[in-house]
């Protein structure tokens, strides 16, 4: 144990940690102090950000919460060139799904999201449409889709499909594109599922199956041509990835910083590859 902490036990007069063979755990009064210290670390920072703001100086933490695919597909080159003009901000991301990254900002653990949904149903948030996703149909180079011009709906009965997870925004959102077509999930050969994006594409290149599936998720794998689009008639399904922030929250120069870079960015739908 450190000597600091020796040194804290002895100032307050209580032990604070415990140790039972190779297991150290807090006490009850060690729950406390590390409760309160978070707090400080906490004041801390917001006071780097409210001096930097009053300099109007891009520095300090930014927290962004966001979802895998955007985390992959988009975020690394948006970051790189808000990095190479803001060198001072401490930049962390928070991978998680919608309802999380909503928590994060509604209890103040995150600055911004950017999300694929602009279904809020909080008015404590604000979604501010960013680039547009659509939903497309992949399948691996060998399959003997691949090569045509199309394929209907109906088509996919008795093909093996890789789908998002239950409960997914994504999964919800393919139904209601096949619903028109008497088509529903539940009917089609579902062979496997994943809440991952990155699995869904990988299953597709292996030959599991084909996938419906955000563009922005596989623009790589489309790129290098380890998939290939089928086009699927009568399926136009496009969402928009928003910027989502609590109404209230105070826009710092980071962070107004990241929503100016961010419009610029949507404007020209130039997020990947760019």
Same mark, same amino acid.
């Given at each position: 144990?450190? $000597?600091?902490?020796r040194?804290?036990e002895?100032?307050i007069?209580?032990?604070?940690?415990?140790?039972?063979?190779r297991?150290v755990?807090?006490?009850?009064?060690?729950e406390?102090?590390?409760?309160?210290?978070?707090? +400080?670390?906490?004041?801390? =920072?917001?006071?780097?950000?409210a001096l930097a703001?009053?300099q109007?100086? #891009?520095?300090g933490?930014?927290?962004?919460?966001? %979802?895998?695919t955007?985390?992959?597909?988009?975020?690394p080159?948006?970051?790189?060139?808000?990095?190479? $003009?803001?060198p001072l +901000?401490r930049?962390?991301?928070?991978i998680?799904?919608?309802?999380e990254v909503?928590?994060?900002?509604?209890?103040g653990?995150?600055?911004v999201?950017?999300?694929?949904?602009?279904?809020?149903? =909080?008015?404590?948030?604000?979604?501010v449409p960013?680039?547009e996703?659509?939903?497309?149909l992949?399948?691996?180079?060998?399959?003997?889709?691949?090569?045509?011009?199309s394929?209907g709906p109906?088509?996919?009965r008795?093909e093996s499909?890789? #789908?998002?997870?239950a409960?997914?925004?994504l999964?919800?959102?393919? $139904?209601?594109a096949?619903?028109p077509?008497d088509?529903s999930l539940e009917?089609?050969d579902?062979?496997?599922e994943?809440?991952?994006?990155?699995a869904?594409a990988?299953l597709?290149e292996?030959?599991?199956?084909v996938?419906?599936?955000s563009r922005l998720?596989v623009?790589?794998e489309?790129?290098q041509?380890r998939?290939?689009? +089928?086009p699927?008639?009568?399926? =136009?399904v496009?969402r928009?990835? #928003?910027?989502?922030?609590?109404?209230?929250?105070?826009?710092?120069?980071?962070?107004?910083?990241l929503q100016e870079?961010?419009?610029? +960015?949507?404007?020209?739908? %130039?997020a990947?590859g760019?």
């Amino acid at each position: 144990m450190s $000597a600091h902490v020796r040194k804290l036990e002895r100032a307050i007069g209580e032990t604070l940690f415990e140790q039972i063979g190779r297991r150290v755990s807090l006490t009850p009064t060690g729950e406390i102090v590390y409760r309160y210290a978070e707090q +400080v670390l906490g004041l801390e =920072d917001e006071l780097r950000v409210a001096l930097a703001d009053a300099q109007n100086v #891009c520095e300090g933490a930014l927290a962004i919460g966001t %979802s895998t695919t955007i985390g992959i597909s988009v975020l690394p080159d948006l970051l790189r060139r808000y990095r190479q $003009a803001h060198p001072l +901000v401490r930049l962390q991301i928070r991978i998680g799904n919608f309802p999380e990254v909503a928590h994060g900002l509604l209890d103040g653990m995150l600055d911004v999201g950017l999300i694929s949904n602009d279904r809020i149903d =909080d008015e404590r948030l604000v979604a501010v449409p960013w680039l547009e996703d659509e939903l497309m149909l992949v399948v691996e180079p060998g399959h003997r889709w691949a090569d045509l011009p199309s394929v209907g709906p109906e088509d996919l009965r008795g093909e093996s499909l890789v #789908c998002p997870s239950a409960g997914s925004q994504l999964r919800a959102r393919i $139904a209601e594109a096949l619903a028109p077509y008497d088509l529903s999930l539940e009917a089609l050969d579902v062979v496997a599922e994943s809440n991952s994006m990155i699995a869904i594409a990988r299953l597709v290149e292996a030959g599991i199956g084909v996938a419906i599936i955000s563009r922005l998720a596989v623009a790589d794998e489309l790129a290098q041509g380890r998939l290939r689009e +089928v086009p699927l008639r009568g399926l =136009d399904v496009r969402r928009p990835v #928003c910027l989502l922030i609590h109404r209230d929250k105070h826009r710092t120069p980071a962070l107004r910083a990241l929503q100016e870079l961010l419009m610029r +960015v949507g404007s020209g739908q %130039s997020a990947v590859g760019s």
